[in-house]
């Protein structure tokens, strides 16, 4: 370690994975640890947030030993400890934070308040520290979709949002209606490798013209309706057909939407961020539109586009290089949105 060196433990506990990982300099993660809790969530086919809760409490210390020792440092070497605060699962969050700052506080280190979609977004900074601004990101995740213009570090404007569920959690409803399990979003991308994705045409909301707003609703409840009928009539339907019609309409309107934000804001980079970034089917659909157009494209390894800590490491970075802390009142904010992050930070 050098005297310059920043080296950043990231946290992240907003829903139902404890992860922590130590990142130097921004650019060279040293360590990764993701303890999953998906064992303890299956049988009851979705996240259960109490059992969220004592999973963190169970597995937040181990985790960050690990990372720590994987890394071959102690708390000692650290700059800060960057913790999600906020949006999530109120006592996943509160497990997080508590914790970030028991250990801040032991170590005598800063404490810097990380948003969980902004540390989505940051994920491409990971194996592109110096990628250049305005970047336009589409930030899918299981709770969020967002269309965000990122004029500079930290400045996260919202061109576009869903007005009613976000994209993986159609993925999530449609693949539990298909009997596909939990976590539904990988499972589905799975069956839907064997289907045709022109079998079934499900409704691709547009909106008003011009918005850059997206709707999941009608397309959710046209596969489960169409699936209904089909069980009511005893008709034999292919699920991996549905699964693959379903995914070709949701990347449909991320892609018509995203285009149409690339258009307007003439902005030359996209990036992805959150977990429906791992889906293959969005990624290449993306690759080609951009590509057909001369535009840049960017999207973390599969692994950085589901909840990690790296993201919340690399994302601490930039603020702790902005000079953005938070004090011993840092509180989870289960609502907080993109816009709020300024709030509990104080720039020292
Ligand atoms: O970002 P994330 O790990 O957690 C949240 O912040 O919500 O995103 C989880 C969401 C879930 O809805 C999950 O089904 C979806 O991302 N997801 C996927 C894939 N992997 C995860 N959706 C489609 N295809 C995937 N391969
Ligand atoms: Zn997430």
Request: proline share 4%.
């Amino acid at each position: 370690m050098r005297t310059n060196d920043v080296l950043i433990l990231g946290i992240e506990t907003s829903c139902d994975e404890t992860a922590a990982a130590v990142l130097l300099n921004g650019r060279r993660l040293l360590s990764q640890v993701i303890s999953s809790q998906t064992k303890a969530h299956a049988v009851f086919g979705g996240v259960v947030p109490e059992i969220a809760s004592r999973e963190h409490c169970l597995h937040l210390g181990p985790t960050v030993q690990t990372a720590l020792s994987e890394a071959g440092v102690g708390f000692a070497d650290l700059s800060a400890i960057a913790v999600t605060y906020g949006p999530g699962l109120v006592g996943s969050l509160l497990v997080g934070v508590a914790g970030a700052k028991a250990m801040a506080f032991a170590a005598g280190k800063p404490l810097i308040a990380v948003n969980h979609l902004e540390a989505h977004v940051y994920a491409n900074f990971l194996e592109q520290p110096d990628l250049e601004f305005p970047l336009l990101a589409l930030l899918v995740s299981g709770g969020h979709t967002h269309l965000v213009l990122l004029r500079r570090h930290l400045d996260c404007l919202v061109l576009g949002r869903t007005r009613d569920d976000a994209a993986g959690e159609a993925f999530d409803k449609v693949a539990r209606a298909l009997g596909l399990g939990y976590p539904g979003g990988p499972a589905l991308e799975r069956a839907a490798r064997e289907g045709d994705p022109a079998a079934f045409f499900f409704p691709r909301a547009a909106l008003e013209n011009g918005s850059l707003d997206f709707s999941f609703s009608g397309l959710k409840s046209a596969v489960l309706n169409m699936l209904n009928r089909a069980r009511q009539r005893g008709d034999e339907i292919r699920l991996a057909d549905v699964a693959a019609s379903f995914q070709q309409a949701v990347v449909d309107i991320l892609a018509w939407k995203t285009i149409a934000a690339l258009e307007t804001t003439g902005v030359p980079t996209l990036v992805l961020g959150g977990g429906v970034a791992a889906n293959q089917a969005l990624r290449e659909r993306m690759q080609a539109e951009t590509q057909a157009r001369g535009l840049r494209f960017l999207c973390p390894a599969p692994v950085y586009c589901t909840d990690n800590g790296a993201m919340v490491a690399v994302c601490g970075y930039f603020r702790y290089k902005e000079g953005y802390f938070a004090d011993w009142r840092l509180n989870a904010v289960p609502g907080l949105s993109l816009h709020d992050f300024y709030k509990e930070s104080e720039k020292m």
